[in-house]
């Protein structure tokens, strides 16, 4: 099974900066559908920021003017750069993707993503 390999996580104040990264060199599907989901202790995975199908960008509004989705296509990297940090943005953090999607990533369902980071956590406290 393929697995996607996140980095970049750790610990900032609110207003911290961070970027997270995802190797998804592994992934092979010709239009691939990239997102970074979220979980916080005791809630619903969602997922933050993706790219469709057609690498079209999208956020949930609680992160739209802070983080920003893109992708080196080179060295098949993944990232988020998470800006202006919260406390509510504690969460650990993963990587996705799938073979395909169109859409919003607030209405991608989970089971459209078929492979997975381990996750890693972001934690902004003062």
């Known amino acids: 099974q393929v697995q996607l390999v996140e980095s970049g996580g750790g610990s900032v104040q609110p207003g911290g900066s961070l970027r997270l990264s995802c190797d998804t060199s592994?992934?092979?599907?010709?239009?691939?559908?990239l997102a970074w989901f979220r979980q916080a202790a005791g809630e619903k995975r969602e997922g933050v920021a993706g790219?469709?199908?057609?690498?079209?960008?999208s956020y949930v509004d609680s992160v739209k003017g802070r983080f920003t989705i893109s992708k080196d296509a080179a060295k098949n990297i993944l990232y988020l750069q998470m800006n202006d940090l919260k406390p509510e943005d504690t969460a650990m953090y993963f990587c996705?993707?799938?073979?395909?999607?169109?859409?919003?990533?607030?209405?991608?369902?989970?089971?459209?993503?078929?492979?997975w980071g381990q996750g890693t956590q972001v934690t902004v406290s003062s």
């Open positions: 790219f469709d199908s057609d690498a079209l960008g």
């Open positions: 592994r992934v092979t599907y010709s239009r691939p559908c």
């Open positions: 996705a993707a799938g073979r395909f999607c169109e859409g919003g990533i607030q209405f991608v369902p989970e089971m459209a993503f078929g492979f």
